[in-house]
């Protein structure tokens, strides 16, 4: 047996002949050799082995009948070695046939999930064409919101039941029962291409969007964002799961609930009205208040709705509002960056900054 010096693995010295590595005349030097590099080392530089040497001293050695990282064209280098190479592929595709399938011992009806037959009921078992034309949707399903799959993003204004759970409620005894409030509503649902309702928006929300998107467009921020925007409905998908996914990072419950937090309407007004802000610095499409001219989102996929990325890219300037998530450090960062704006700004520069308590 011969272990290579740089990687450690084991070659018997009949594979090395049969994949023409090595010839016979050569095993009397190797022997007498301190050092060996095996076929997939040998032609690694000094700084290759070295690096290849460091990297196996720690890693876990997995001992495996599979092909591991030897170069592909080594199988080319001999038949015998190639032959044994698509053997043992063959093998490890190939399904046990000696073995009995599991449900073997079972009927038709009971590989279909009956437990039990009863004899005065009659049941016909599917069969191979039946099966290949019945498809089974294992997603859940909303009977109220969900639609039949169209093949493509789609947003519809309907009316739907809606729950409102009764927060800070005592019960009277332990044995009341503490119902959610039951009410109809009319939403904007925002359906995915497999019919699914990834979303809910009011009518004057999905309104709000359906402006700043064509406004965007028309401005000619569409033309600058990759891949292009194919519709307005698919946009709103992307940006409900946007929100999803960045929501979803987070455990505390105090942050998660401040992704989806919109301000009041009168308390916008109201700044714009006695504080004269203009902006609104860390909104998203889904909270800003479209009297404010320019805010600032997080993703860069927001462009096609008009807002303009990453807050912290410049300094702050004029007089804006600033609502982040109630995450300690991206809170720290906020304040500070509108602290130093404000210092060296040659402008009237002021940033409310709006957080918990």
């Known amino acids: 047996m011969y272990i290579c010096d740089v990687c450690n693995r084991i070659y018997h010295w009949q594979c090395l002949l049969k994949t023409s590595c090595c010839n016979a005349t050569e095993r009397e030097a190797i022997d007498a050799s301190d050092s060996w590099a095996c076929p997939a080392c040998i032609n690694l530089n000094q700084n290759e082995k070295e690096s290849r040497i460091h990297l196996q001293k720690r890693e876990i050695v997995e001992v495996s009948w599979n092909p591991t990282w030897e170069p592909k064209e080594l199988q080319s280098t001999c038949e015998s070695f190639k032959q044994s190479l698509n053997k043992l592929e063959e093998h490890i595709a190939a399904p046990n046939l000696s073995q009995p399938a599991p449900d073997e011992h079972l009927n038709d009806l009971q590989k279909q999930g009956f437990s039990a037959i009863q004899e005065d009921n009659a049941y016909q078992p599917y069969n191979v064409d039946l099966r290949n034309k019945v498809s089974f949707n294992i997603q859940p399903t909303n009977p109220q919101a969900d639609i039949t799959a169209t093949g493509h993003c789609e947003y519809w204004i309907t009316t739907i039941d809606l729950m409102k759970y ?20 009319t939403v904007a649902c925002i359906y995915n291409v497999n019919g699914k309702c990834k979303g809910l928006l009011t009518p004057e929300h999905l309104n709000i969007l359906q402006k700043a998107f064509h406004r965007a467009k028309c401005s000619g921020l569409h033309d600058h964002v990759q891949p292009p925007p194919i519709s307005f409905a698919s946009e709103l998908v992307g940006l409900i799961a946007r929100k999803v996914i960045s929501a979803s990072k987070h455990t505390n419950k105090k942050i998660k609930d401040s992704f989806a937090r919109i301000l009041p309407s009168h308390i916008t007004t109201a700044f714009q009205k006695w504080a004269l802000v203009t902006k609104e610095k860390m909104a998203s499409p889904l909270d800003y208040d479209p009297k404010f001219p320019h805010y600032w989102s997080e993703h860069p996929r927001d462009k096609v709705f008009g807002a303009n990325t990453n807050a912290f890219s410049s300094r702050f300037s004029g007089f804006s509002i600033c609502h982040p998530i109630y995450h300690e450090n991206t809170m720290l960062l906020a304040t500070r960056h509108a602290i130093y704006s404000a210092a060296v700004s040659t402008e009237e520069t002021a940033t409310f900054m709006l957080l918990p308590s």
């Open 166 to 185: 009764q927060e800070n409620s005592t019960l009277s005894s332990p044995d009341d029962t503490m119902l959610p409030e039951v009410y109809t509503g």
